[in-house]
């Protein structure tokens, strides 16, 4: 399952329009001409691992909205990948030397890397995506979203739907940016249960405990699909009859075990 980040290139619009500083008390929104004059020089960059972009994938629609983001507002962008976490503070420092005015960075696994380079640079704005740093300096804002909100509806839908009495869900990895949909899956689950005096067991999370059911791919938990299949069928063994998959291109696997067991569905 790809994150829905359909308000990021809107996200990416508001920061660039006000940088990183305390978030606005009051929010306004107006038409923008397309042929109106470009304001102070301004130029916003995107950061992403390479071979993040697949089709729908998180790294794509943050692309997607900085493409926007030129067009709308008239402003020089730039998008570079980093080959790996260790090449993080290196491309940093070259958005930084290319007089990048905010820096853009997606997923947890920036955090550290970004934060050392917001403190570094306190000249210029820098935003991460999906993640929050252990401290913030002023030119650094976290951009977060109520995932939670669309895997509480999952969760619902799944008890719904199971005959058996039990649902499941695993995830890529054990970060926040996946157990937050985890965490609104169960919680789900749960209210089916509250409000229609059911008795539906979610398997593969445990909120107090933090812990679970996750890929088990040691190079890519987010694009292994036979590590998701094995991750869909430890659940099947135990009952579940519905499961969610938060593991990008992994979570096809659970759909390979369901289109050989017509009895089990898949989110």
Partial sequence: MTKGLTALAGALLALTLTGCAQPPV????????????????????????????SAGSPAQQAIDGLDRTQRELAIE????????????????????????????????GMANSVEAAAKTNPGVQFALIDAIPNSAPA?????????????????????????????????????????????GFVQGVGYFNQAKGAQVQALGWKVDAQDGTFVRSDSAPFSDTAAGRTAA???????????????GDSGQGALQLASEDSGLKVI
């Fill in 139 to 183: 030119n650094l804002r976290p951009v977060l979203f109520s995932v939670q909100e669309s895997s509480f509806l999952a969760g619902y839908a799944a008890a719904a739907r199971s005959t058996s009495g039990k649902v499941g869900v695993f995830g890529a990895l054990n970060v926040p940016a996946v157990t937050i949909y985890m965490d």
């Fill in 26 to 53: 009051t929010t306004t929104s107006s038409a923008v001409e397309p042929d109106a004059p470009a304001g102070p020089s301004f130029k916003a960059c995107l950061l992403t691992d390479a071979g993040s972009a």
């Fill in 233 to 247: 069928e430890s659940l099947t063994a135990q009952g579940a009859d519905v499961i969610v998959a938060v593991a």
């Fill in 77 to 108: 962008t730039d998008s570079v990948t980093a080959d790996s976490s260790a090449d993080y503070p290196r491309v940093l420092q070259s958005l930084v030397d290319a007089q990048c005015s905010i820096v853009v960075a997606l997923g947890s």
